[in-house]
């Protein structure tokens, strides 16, 4: 059974920075396709960053210039640091990872930008 678990979220004023972690445990295959999302009170699901298996890297335009995603893949593991951290960024932050053919997602963890 895959399982995807994150940690780092929390409580940080504005101008501060979070770095978010995604294990990835119990697939027997290569992981795909990883990436967080992000959902504010009232609002749609957004994707964050994504990154491939090969490195490559993209970010809504929100994120550009402040956060940067990596991962580590003999650890199956995939961070997002943040920077910059605006009131706007708060949300709960979701990551995800694709195994095979399908999508597996975590539980969540919330991210809290005060002014």
């Known amino acids: 059974q895959v399982q995807l678990v994150e940690s780092g979220g929390g409580l940080v004023q504005a101008g501060g920075s979070l770095r978010l972690s995604c294990a990835v445990s119990?697939?027997?295959?290569?992981?795909?396709?990883m990436g967080w999302y992000r959902q504010a009170p009232g609002k749609q699901r957004e994707l964050v960053a994504i990154?491939?298996?090969?490195?490559?890297?993209n970010y809504t335009d929100s994120a550009k210039g402040r956060f940067t995603i990596s991962r580590d893949n003999a650890k199956n593991t995939v961070y997002l640091q943040m920077n910059s951290l605006k009131p706007e960024d708060t949300a709960v932050y979701y990551c995800?990872?694709?195994?095979?053919?399908?999508?597996?997602w975590g539980q969540g963890t919330q991210v809290t930008v005060s002014s």
């Open positions: 995800y990872a694709w195994v095979v053919r399908r999508d597996y």
């Open positions: 119990g697939s027997r295959f290569s992981i795909g396709e």
């Open positions: 990154i491939t298996n090969g490195g490559y890297t």
